[in-house]
């Protein structure tokens, strides 16, 4: 199985600052990553996908990059809405395996 | 507008059964794999099966081969989860998730319907 490992587990930041996820792979998942949004008490919600691709209607300022087995999220210009927990998730092989999240509050 | 609405969690004893749905609407269903994705309280996410659009294909995660079974009725536009011989660590909330068009990640997720496994 494709394990992957999370970074932080939590993160404090304020309000207009830039804050980065980080997700790694066992193993190269060849840009077969997505990163999901879960707000309290909600369901995951697609932010990213094939690594740096945005979903329709997630704001410009979520973005992905990354390669081989390190990937990140990036959040420019945090606003309040945006605290919630992250995850990524690897589809390059099954089983399908998600990180153990990383949730984000504001200071 | 798509919708996923999970329904059939509870409160059941271990060892038992339990059959939870998913009603889908806003989308031609029989033209998308399904999944469902596992969270336990206050833990992550977890993969439990897949089902192919047609129904011909379905993949577990090792923990729940044997003892789930994914299934689906087009007609209906609702997909199901089987689960026997219960387990407390089978205790989560259950997601209904639509596989994107291309690749396995879900662009839309139902609301979830939570499973309690205890006597």
């Known amino acids: 199985d494709i394990q992957m490992t999370q970074s932080p587990a939590s993160l404090s930041a304020s309000l207009g600052e830039t804050v980065t996820i980080e997700c790694r792979a066992s193993e190269d998942i060849y840009n077969g990553l997505a990163w999901y949004q879960q707000k309290p008490g909600k369901s995951p919600q697609l932010l990213i996908y094939n690594a740096n691709s945005l979903h329709t209607g997630v704001p410009s300022r979520f973005s992905g990059s990354g390669s081989g087995t390190q990937y990140s999220l990036k959040i420019n210009s945090l606003q309040s809405e945006d605290v919630a927990s992250y995850f990524c998730?690897?589809?390059?092989?099954?089983?399908?395996?998600f990180g153990s999240g990383t949730k984000l509050e504001i200071k | 507008e798509v919708q996923l609405v999970e329904s059939g969690g509870g409160l059941v004893q271990p060892g038992r059964s339990m059959k939870l749905s998913c009603a889908a609407s806003?989308?031609?269903?029989?033209?998308?794999?399904m999944a469902w994705v596992c969270q336990a309280p206050k833990k992550g996410l977890e993969w439990v099966a897949t089902i192919s659009y047609d129904g011909s294909s379905t993949y577990y995660r090792d923990s729940v081969k044997g003892r789930f079974t994914i299934s689906r009725d087009n007609a209906k536009s609702t997909l199901y989860l089987q689960m026997d011989s219960l387990r407390s660590e089978d205790t989560a909330t259950y997601y209904c998730a639509r596989r994107a068009n291309w690749d396995w990640y879900f662009d839309f997720w139902g609301p979830g319907t939570m499973v309690t496994v205890s006597s």
């Open positions: 998730q690897q589809y390059y092989n099954y089983p399908l395996t």
């Open positions: 806003g989308f031609t269903f029989n033209n998308y794999d």
